[in-house]
């Protein structure tokens, strides 16, 4: 494991370096020194951004400036050891898939040589890591997913894709948090809102979190999506086992 | 209500210092794009530097007030105008009901700000004011002003002390070619010698692919070791993105909060005002500096606006029109000065009286 590096980001920033390469021991080092850091209450921080290599920090320099701010996160790396860091907590995705929400199901068995129910089999039985979250509000960057189901991306995008689409592009699986244009294969959907301006917590997941695919029934799908509407679905969180 | 929009100009939003707080989820801060230039407009009207103002793009609107209101327009030069009369800019202003606001065009700069004495009614969403065009929040239902739009003052009625008092040196936006200072990183590492050198030696010009998400550059190639990508990382306001094209793109306020592109430094946050207001085909010649200076002229630069604020609102040492003074502070207008606290010094037929209104006696 390569050392930690206190980088300058702006005279507003830093960028706190674990590593170069997308690992989850990584990430799980990267989540810890962020609750490290938000239990400090060192003066100045406004917010923190953790990406797959990093932990951007940003600051104001007249409360503190970056000579100040790289002690301080130097002893905090210190003593992280001693510090209680929970863990992460898996949140299940309930997914319909095929059909006409996963229009690509078919398309991804038979790039793979299997059977859509393989497809989706494959899909749900997987832990994913949410290593962070960025492109637009609300999308998990999502590692975990078994090669056996690999696909490339579609030739040409399609304009609009609708928000809660679970999709494959190469080897990375994804669910889109809002209506947008795309080229993911898209083998099914979920009715959980990732973003929603309107909730008080606007984006669902967080950097760190695990996801679990679980496959759904039309009418399960519906019942869920009532349930939302009505405010009182329950979502399915779970501590994940050491 | 506050102003109607008759049209709404190229591109004006409501957007204040930005939404911080969830970039983690991947929202962007959006914001103003000229911060200085916002916070002295509101300085300006007695506002707190972080109220939300208009951001006027280029091509400005044109606007009817419907109420009495004190106003202070700054930043980039478009040529205001009230009622077809030139409006000075950098000072507070009273308009009253029935008055339009115009903008003859963009003579220096591509922003102009304008701060309305309390602010206005604009609901906060997530924490914030600020038009995210891309998330569609915030503003006016997170889009772009048009005609037949109108905006709320949020303390109708309200002025600040000491109008003829606030006013300030305008800030020249005019420049063709500008000296923006950086401090280098956190990439600077995935550039060649000649690279760095190239970045920091020659002269890059503004394309017109410049937006509030970011302002494209052209140039000289930048020289990588090994290409502009890299596992995606954090972004910040001012980033130098180069991606392997080896042209630069400074990060704006509406930036993406990660990315997969190296970055070879970042604009110094008191420099920032001068990207905002550059406009294609202009030119930029980067300057290295150290963080320490850095973040020296940022912490000056907020003392230089404390300053300033207190200097507008501090109450005057005494009034050639006490009765004025009496009733505004006192009298039926009670509560339409912001801050009336202050030592006043009257003289009413011959005699005189002090009027203590500072802080430990505001209960008055």
């Known amino acids: 494991m390569s050392e930690v590096r206190y980088l300058v980001s702006g005279d507003c920033g830093m960028c706190v370096e674990f590593g170069n390469v997308i690992s989850p021991e990584i990430n799980e080092k990267i989540r810890a020194f962020k609750i490290a850091v938000e239990k400090s209450g060192i003066r100045g921080i406004t917010e923190t951004v953790p990406t797959y290599r990093s932990l951007l920090v940003h600051y104001q320099p007249d409360e503190i400036s970056f000579k100040d701010l790289t002690e301080r996160f130097e002893e905090l790396m210190g003593s992280l050891s001693d510090i209680p860091i929970p863990p992460p907590s898996i949140i299940e995705i309930p997914v319909l898939y095929g059909g006409e929400f996963g229009p690509d199901l078919e398309t991804v068995a038979e790039y793979n040589h299997m059977s859509p129910e393989e497809v989706i089999l494959t899909h749900t039985s997987g832990e994913y890591l949410i290593y962070m979250l960025g492109f637009i509000a609300g999308f998990p960057y999502l590692g975990g997913m078994s090669p056996r189901i690999a696909t490339p991306r579609l030739k040409n995008p399609r304009v609009r894709i609708e928000g809660g689409s679970v999709g494959i592009a190469g080897e990375q699986t994804g669910i889109y948090p809002v209506a947008s244009p795309g080229g993911w294969q898209l083998i099914g959907r979920t009715p959980l809102k990732l973003y929603d301006a309107g909730r008080e917590k606007p984006v669902l997941l967080e950097a760190g979190q695990y996801i679990k695919f679980r496959s759904v029934s039309r009418a399960e799908y519906e019942r869920i999506e009532k349930e939302l509407s009505d405010n009182t679905y329950q979502y399915v969180i779970r501590r994940k086992e050491e | ?364």
């Open chain 2, 1 to 364: 209500m506050g102003v109607t929009f008759i049209n709404g100009g190229f591109l004006t939003t409501v957007q204040d210092m930005g939404r911080t707080g969830y970039q983690e989820s991947g929202m962007p801060v959006s914001g103003v794009m000229d911060r200085r230039s916002a916070a002295l407009a509101n300085i300006l009207v007695g506002n707190s530097e972080d109220e939300a103002v208009l951001e006027i793009t280029l091509m400005g609107p044109v606007m009817e007030f419907d109420e009495d209101s004190v106003i202070a327009v700054t930043g980039g030069n478009l040529l205001p105008k009230i009622n077809g009369k030139d409006f000075p800019m950098y000072q507070a202003v009273p308009v009253h009901r029935g008055d339009c606001l115009s903008f003859g065009g963009p003579a220096a700069g591509s922003r102009a700000y304008v701060a309305f004495a309390g602010g206005l009614d604009i609901p906060v969403v997530l924490g914030s004011k600020s038009t995210d065009l891309k998330s569609k929040i915030g503003g006016l239902d997170g889009r772009k002003i048009g005609g037949g739009d109108s905006i709320g003052f949020a303390r109708p009625g309200i002025t600040p002390v000491n109008i003829k008092r606030r006013k300030m040196e305008p800030e020249d936006f005019s420049a063709e070619e500008k000296i923006i200072r950086v401090v280098m990183g956190p990439q600077d590492d995935c550039f060649t010698e000649k690279g760095i050198d190239t970045f920091l030696t020659s002269v890059y010009t503004f394309t017109n692919e410049s937006d509030r998400m970011g302002c494209r550059l052209q140039g000289m190639e930048i020289e990588h070791k090994n290409g502009g990508d890299i596992i995606t990382d954090g972004i910040v306001f001012g980033a130098v993105q180069i991606p392997s094209h080896g042209q630069p793109i400074i990060m704006m306020a509406d930036h993406q909060t990660t990315g997969g592109y190296t970055k070879i430094a970042a604009v110094i946050s008191v420099d920032l005002p001068l990207v905002a207001q550059a406009r294609p085909g202009q030119r930029v010649k980067f300057r290295r500096i150290s963080i320490d200076e850095a973040q020296e002229l940022y912490v000056e630069e907020k003392r230089r606006m404390k300053e300033l604020k207190e200097e507008f609102d501090r109450a005057p040492d005494s009034c050639e029109d006490p009765e004025a003074v009496i009733l505004s502070v006192l009298g039926c207008e009670a509560g339409r000065y912001q801050n009336p606290a202050g030592r006043y010094r009257a003289v009413i037929d011959g005699k005189e009286y002090i009027l203590d209104l500072r802080e430990e006696h505001e209960d008055i």
